[in-house]
Each structure stands twice: as C-alpha cells, then as structure tokens.
T-cell receptor, first 115, second 112 residues
Framework: GAGVSQSPRYKVTKRGQDVALRCDPI?????LYWYRQALGQGPEFLTY????????KSGLPNDRFSAERPEGSISTLTIQRTEQRDSAMYRC?????????????FGPGTRLTVL | GENVEQHPSTLSVQEGDSAVIKCTYS??????FPWYKQELGKGPQLIID?????GEKKDQRIAVTLNKTAKHFSLHITETQPEDSAVYFC???????????FGKGTTLSVSS
C-alpha cells in the first residue's frame, strides 16, 4: 500500500517568505509526527498529533513554526518569515496507534532551502 | 535535556564481517528503543526495535541488545552484505512518550 507522502519534495524560497509543507500519512494512522533533520544529523522532533489534536508541540523552535491536522488526516507544517537557519529536511512520520512506541513510518521528506 | 549518543560515526567493514553500533541514552524512564536504516534519498526505515522488558531481540542477521542499568543499547549485524551500506540511527522514546530522540547516525560501508 501507499506509504507516507510529502509535498513538495523540494522547496526553495527567499528569506522572509512563508512556506507550507504538506504530509499525507498512511491511511488510518492515528498519530502523525513532524521532525526536522539537518545534514549529518538524526531527525529532531517538532510536533505530534493524535487524530486532529496537537498533543505535543514542545519541539517547535519558535512561534514562526505552526502545524495543523484539521480532519485528522493530512497535516500542514507552516513556517512564517523564513530564515536561512530554517534550511533543512523536514520529515513527517505516522503510526497506527497513539503514543510514540508504535512503529513510526517516515515519509521521503521535503528539502527546504532558504536563500 | 534528553540525549542519545551514538558511536561510531562511520564504520567500514568487509563483506561477511560483523558490524556493531552502540548507543547510550540519558533518560532512565525510556522504555522503547528503535533502530532505523536510512538509504540515500529516502526516509528512515525501522529495522528492529526493543522494549525495556527484554534484554535481546534477534531478526535474521540483525540483533539488538539492551542494558537498562548502564543505559546502553547496541545493534549487531552479522554476515554483512553490500546492501547493508546505509546510515543507521538509534533512538529512544522521550519522557513525554511521543517524541523519538535520535542519535547522530552511523554511516556503515560494506565493501565486497
């Protein structure tokens, strides 16, 4: 079956612009996670949804970052007024059950470059 | 804060040899430890995981061991093959029970 999909796969933007990154989880998966992965590093947690409820946003670096999952399926991560330091791979993951100890399936990521 | 240390950062072995990657974690309350394999241009893929009620788990050529007292866990790959070449990440489940805390990764190269 289809895995986690993300769009766009690549995004180049100018400093100060807003960007929206989309995640389409595996159908029926309750939990959705956003991570950020810098080059040569492991993924770093940003936020977690259980259905449509954002239950953990402790990893969002500042208030320019926000995420939503209004119908409990597709999620959007929005970065306002982008800065060069926001350049990274943004990865989405989903799991069938709630909580983090269920297998998390990762998408291919969106490579964001802020010029 | 919660932290996972992973060693070595790079590992080169000959085909058929064994490879061992080690991780330590800081949060004694962690109870779930997955290992992910990431190939070039792809997202991390779970290869094996272990929970704190067991000390060892094996799946064909891959095994993971856990020492809760020392807060160590390790990945063992036997009879390595060139297709095992990838970046491997260890992780532990953070205190909130939702976020995985990842190590920095180990680049494994298997030469034939």
């Amino acid at each position: 079956g289809a895995g986690v999909s993300q769009s766009p796969r690549y995004k180049v933007t100018k400093r100060g612009q807003d960007v929206a990154l989309r995640c389409d989880p595996i159908s029926g998966h309750v939990s959705l996670y956003w991570y950020r992965q810098a080059l040569g590093q492991g993924p770093e947690f940003l936020t977690y949804f259980n259905y449509e409820a954002q239950q953990d946003k402790s990893g969002l670096p500042n208030d320019r970052f926000s995420a939503e999952r209004p119908e409990g399926s597709i999620s959007t991560l929005t970065i306002q007024r982008t800065e060069q330091r926001d350049s990274a791979m943004y990865r989405c993951a989903s799991s069938l059950e709630g909580g983090g100890s269920d297998t998390q399936y990762f998408g291919p990521g969106t490579r964001l470059t802020v010029l | 804060g919660e932290n996972v240390e992973q060693h070595p950062s790079t590992l080169s072995v000959q085909e058929g040899d064994s490879a061992v990657i080690k991780c330590t974690y800081s949060d004694s309350a962690s109870n779930y430890f997955p290992w992910y394999k990431q190939e070039l241009g792809k997202g991390p893929q779970l290869i094996i995981d272990i929970r704190s009620n067991v000390g060892e788990k094996k799946d064909q050529r891959i095994a993971v061991t856990l020492n809760k007292t020392a807060k160590h866990f390790s990945l063992h790959i036997t009879e390595t093959q060139p297709e095992d070449s990838a970046v491997y990440f260890c992780a532990s489940l953070g205190q909130a029970g939702t976020a995985l805390i990842f190590g920095k990764g180990t680049t494994l190269s298997v030469s034939s």
